[in-house]
């Protein structure tokens, strides 16, 4: 298990450039996470991500999106001071997926 997370960490650091150009603030902008192709290393990238783009904010609700014929995972963060941040992820390609 913890070896899954940590190749995940190490995929998402290593495609940082690629992370970047998407913000994940509305579903046309969704991160997208390479490598990620089933469920459970989906949501764990999921998670990296989060942990390093926002340190320190918790994970609120979190809700399924579907919106012109792709998947997306919608995710409420709350950080510092009461902010608060929704975030989206494409998650097309590995959505129902073992």
Not at 37 to 43: D, K, R, S, Y
Not at 44 to 53: G, V
Not at 63 to 79: A, F, P
Request: glycine content about 12%.
């Amino acid at each position: 298990m913890w070896r899954q997370v940590f190749l995940t960490a190490l995929l998402l650091l290593g495609c940082g450039e690629a992370l970047a150009a998407a913000s994940g603030s509305s579903p046309a902008a969704a991160i997208v996470l390479p490598g990620a192709t089933n469920e459970m290393n989906g949501v764990m990238a999921e998670d990296a991500y989060i942990s390093q783009h926002y340190p320190g904010w918790q994970q609120g609700s979190q809700s399924t999106v579907m919106q012109n014929g792709k998947d997306y995972d919608q995710i409420q963060l709350s950080g510092p001071g009461g902010k608060t941040q929704t975030i989206y992820f494409d998650i097309t390609a590995w959505f129902g997926k073992m």
